[in-house]
């Protein structure tokens, strides 16, 4: 028996688009074909009659009757035998004993949606339509019948213009399905081996979170250099030091960047801890700086003084009076400091020992006018110190450890 997660069942409210986006094995091509289960057969939460024509739509026709006909999440397999509707391959199309009717399509031929007219339709994979502008047109001019037509959307998200619109769009109802939300039904071995390698990469947080990360096109960093930038962890390190840019105030919407690197014996610099700390008193975050430094055995901790002085210093030996502080005060705007850091991953010369998404998501969206969403860079700017630190500033390199 099905038993749905909130997120897939119908939103409430007067939407036009429900749009499901949804990592690998999250459930969302269930949710496609039990919301036309409830169509078709006018169930309580789903239609108050019967919808008598609906599209299906995928990305081939290969895929539309693989996936959501004939899969096992798919039409034929959410229905009791007593409920389930015909299937007539040759003519791409499935007939409930009530008279209702779904039709495949492919979005590949987006000529074929000219002519025929539905009360409802479900896109699957919209994201992965080699033509989703002409297919999705050509749908929309299909839905005329009804009181109200609607339509569901499945897909792991890409940076796509389309779905850019619908996910703004007011009548649009968004859900989100991470994969982690359907461990249950999903085979361990698939969560420990791709979960776990994959988990806060730029592709694990698309193809297994849902997330849409397009990159900024007057940004110092893009993902794709971030992503060839990443290794499984750090090797030796000849030096490790913790970067602190402290917040401009203690509101609880303070963030105190606090960021980790270190210098390989292979000379290239690594990212190793991003432990920023939000919402923080003073002696809340010196306590996590000065905790990073410890758990990694760092070398010195380099604190930005521009917002705080010398206090900023003074609050750090206060928690602990033997860890080596080097002030630093900005002379140059964030965008002027952090260019000779950007050069360095352009150059090769930097790694990120595993995932940082938040780190990662500054970095790749930083541009001359700031980030994108109009917050301080504060990740950035401690790995900007980190790094400038290690690889920018004439310094002696101790005998290598082991991290």
Known sequence: ??????????????????????????GKTRAGAEWVKGLALGKSGFAPAPVGRIALVGETL????????EGVSGLLAVHDKDERPTWQPSRRRLEWKNGA?????????????????????WADELAKWRQAEAAWDMLQFALR???RPRQAVTTTPRP?????????????????????????????????A?????????????ELDGEILADREDALW???????????????????????????????????????????????GYVVA???????????????????????????????????????????????????????????????????????????RVRHAGAFPKLEDELCGFGPDGTSGGRSPDRLDALVWALTELMLSPGGRPAIRRF
């Open 145 to 147: 019948l009804g009181d």
């Open 274 to 348: 991003d432990d920023t700390v939000s919402a923080a008193a003073p002696d809340v975050w010196a306590a996590r700086a000065v905790a990073t430094y410890r758990r990694l055995e760092a070398d010195a901790l380099i604190a930005e003084i521009n917002q705080g002085g010398d206090m900023v210093a003074a609050v750090i030996r206060q928690v602990d009076s033997t860890v080596p502080v080097r002030s630093v005060r900005a002379s140059r705007g964030k965008w002027l400091r952090a260019e000779p850091v950007a050069t360095l991953y352009a150059q090769g």
């Open 101 to 121: 009717v779904a039709e495949l399509y492919s979005a590949e031929d987006p000529e074929s949606l000219r002519g025929p007219q539905f009360a409802a339709a």
């Open 62 to 69: 290969i895929d539309a009757r693989a996936v959501m006909v």
């Open 194 to 206: 791709v979960v776990g390698r994959y988990r806060g990469t730029r592709l694990g947080r698309q």
């Open 160 to 192: 796509i213009p389309l779905l850019a619109r619908l996910m703004e769009a007011p009548a649009t109802a968004v859900a989100r399905m991470p994969t982690r939300d359907n461990a249950g039904n999903l085979a361990p071995g698939f969560l420990e």
């Open 222 to 268: 893009n993902r794709d250099a971030v992503e060839r930038a990443r290794v499984d962890q750090a090797p030796a390190l000849a030096r490790i030091v913790v970067a602190v840019d402290p917040p401009a105030s203690g509101g609880r919407t303070s963030v105190c960047g606090i960021v980790a690197a270190g210098l390989g014996a292979d000379g290239l």
């Open 1 to 26: 028996m099905f038993q749905a997660r909130e997120e897939q069942l119908p939103p409430l409210g007067d939407w036009t688009v429900w749009l499901i986006l949804g990592g690998r094995g999250a």
